[in-house]
């Protein structure tokens, strides 16, 4: 896989391989009975994901700036 | 409720392969419809993942078996089945005078303003001393407060056999007291044996749960 050149894109794929990180890392988790895997779920799931989606919304401003 | 976590495992999997689709083919985003589906892919799908994730675990950590997983309360869980009616968690856990899916949280959460998020705060030191701390051996885990009747009283309040039971009604001064939590129903010599853990190695035990 190759980052994009342009930047709203790249943006995006970076964006689109932390919430797939993130979703791997709550799959695991679901798998995984053991209080430790609530942490776990929370602490870098979570993370991953927020910022995966946070990543995503700055693009969104970043890019409308851009065209202007 | 026990929540299965096939479906949302199935919508992981639906959700990594939509974002596969942005991430590898990002020219997508370029068409209309590709900036909705990059909505719906990198914003609305991850949040409702990490929801519906969120509700699971919570859910499965009132379960007896979530509690019993850490080697420092298995003895708390084989106390639970005690051939002995004096026992109080075991005659509890036994006959289902409480959910047996869930007996550990059931009574060891308080029936108070946050106390379902009190407990998790609890779980979560109870994980911090598991894995980075010195966890006490089982004979030596105790409450952090002395337990509160209104735990008891959440169900037992109302029913005819501790309304009308005759050693509650002996002395008129003592349901008054329990209800204020002025006598305590465990520490006052009337239901004192609860999880007697020290004392298993010559227990008898109910086969019937197996």
């Known amino acids: 896989m190759k980052l ?11 964006s689109g391989i932390l919430l797939i990180l993130g979703l791997l890392v709550e799959a695991t988790c679901l798998l995984w009975t053991r209080p430790i895997a ?11 994901l927020v910022l995966g989606v946070l990543l995503y919304l700055f693009s969104l401003v970043s890019g409308n700036q851009q065209e202007r | 409720m026990e929540l299965s976590s096939t479906p949302l495992l199935l919508l992981i999997a639906v959700s990594a392969v939509l974002i596969g689709v942005i991430v590898f ?10 900036k909705m589906l990059a909505f719906f ?12 994730g969120t509700t699971y675990h919570i859910d499965n950590s009132k379960r007896t078996e979530f509690c019993l997983s850490c080697h420092e309360m298995e003895p708390f869980g084989k106390s639970l089945l005690v051939d002995d009616p004096a026992h109080l968690a075991a005659a509890h856990y036994q006959n289902h005078r409480i959910p047996a899916g869930e007996a550990c949280y059931t009574c060891h959460t308080t029936y108070a303003m946050f106390g ?9 030191k109870h994980v911090y001393v ?13 409450l952090y407060d002395p337990y509160n009747n ?9 029913a005819r056999s501790f309304e009308e039971g005759a050693v509650h009604n002996a002395d008129p001064d ?12 465990v520490s006052s010599g009337c239901h004192e044996v609860v999880h007697d853990v020290a004392s298993l190695k010559n227990a008898k035990f109910w086969k019937g749960a197996l």
């Open chain 2, 174 to 185: 003592l349901l008054p007291a329990v209800k204020a939590n002025k006598v305590s129903c």
């Open chain 1, 38 to 48: 609530f942490v776990v779920f929370l602490c870098v799931g979570g993370l991953l």
């Open chain 2, 25 to 34: 083919r990002p020219g997508v985003t370029a068409t209309a419809g590709g």
């Open chain 1, 4 to 14: 994009s050149a342009n930047r709203l894109e790249r943006r995006l794929q970076v």
């Open chain 2, 150 to 158: 209104r735990e008891c009283l959440h169900c037992h309040l109302g």
């Open chain 2, 116 to 124: 379902g998020f009190r407990a998790k705060m609890q779980g979560l």
């Open chain 2, 41 to 52: 892919v990198l914003f609305l799908l991850p949040l409702v993942c990490l929801g519906i």
């Open chain 2, 130 to 142: 598991h894995y980075l701390g010195t966890p006490p051996a089982p004979e030596a885990i105790r």
